[in-house]
């Protein structure tokens, strides 16, 4: 892959990328309030277990179908796509950040010199909003990078800002946040090895408890997290 790719998929990747993924903790916080998530093991089993139950099974698969419609122009399959990602988001929280990082990114697409106009039109034009996962796939697309690669960028942006949640709610020092970054990391691979392998009726976004946590998040006395 050629290092302008490389590069430009380290941005995308990155917490400084303006689409407020550091705001969210996607139902961590409210583990953390309920005693469930407690210190730096519990917190790795937490993620690792949204990873490869939540992450790959849904989001990362969506991106991966995004990707390639993306390339292919295939806007109707993109609509099934964003809709689908829409009807499955379990809490209101849950949705609100889907929509919110897609409209985010399809913001900071639009001043990127060399995006494609038509397909940031079309991914803008996505009621009632672009999804976060649609979103970077198209982000991921112009980069020219390979699709393995795009959803590996993917994976770690996401394990990176769940960390970095975990650091500041249950609190943890920096070093534990490296430790579970760099588990997370070895467990990537496979999860998105997993998502890719995933054929359109295998893909699944069930998590109860995840959206039960994450909907008590919502009303939550005292947080630091959006909702």
Not at 8 to 15: I, K, R, T
Not at 38 to 55: F, H, K, N
Not at 190 to 217: C, E, K, N, T, Y
């Amino acid at each position: 892959m050629e290092a302008r790719a490389w590069l430009q998929l380290l941005q995308l990747a990155s917490p400084a990328l303006p689409v407020g993924g550091f705001s969210y903790s996607e139902g961590l916080e409210a583990a953390v309030d309920a005693g469930q998530v407690i210190d730096e093991s519990s917190a790795q089993a937490w993620l690792l277990d949204q990873l490869r139950l939540t992450q790959a099974r849904a989001d990362f698969s969506v991106c991966a179908a995004a990707f390639e419609a993306w390339a292919n122009a295939d806007l109707t399959r993109i609509t099934a796509l964003n809709d689908w990602v829409l009807q499955t988001r379990e809490s209101r929280e849950l949705r609100l950040q889907a929509e919110q990082m897609g409209r985010s990114l399809a913001e900071w697409l639009r001043h990127k010199p060399d995006a494609d106009a038509a397909l940031l039109q079309a991914l803008s034009a996505l009621k009632p909003a672009p999804t976060w996962p649609v979103a970077f796939a198209l982000a991921a697309q112009q980069t020219g990078a390979p699709l393995r690669e795009a959803l590996l960028a993917h994976a770690f942006a996401w394990a990176e800002n769940m960390v970095a949640a975990a650091i500041k709610a249950v609190p943890l020092g920096q070093v534990a946040g490296q430790r579970m970054l760099h588990t997370l990391g070895e467990a990537i691979p496979a999860a998105v090895d997993g998502a890719l392998a995933l054929m359109d009726g295998d893909r699944q976004a069930f998590a109860p408890m995840l959206a039960i946590l994450s909907a008590q998040h919502e009303a939550q006395y005292s947080r630091l997290f959006r909702s």
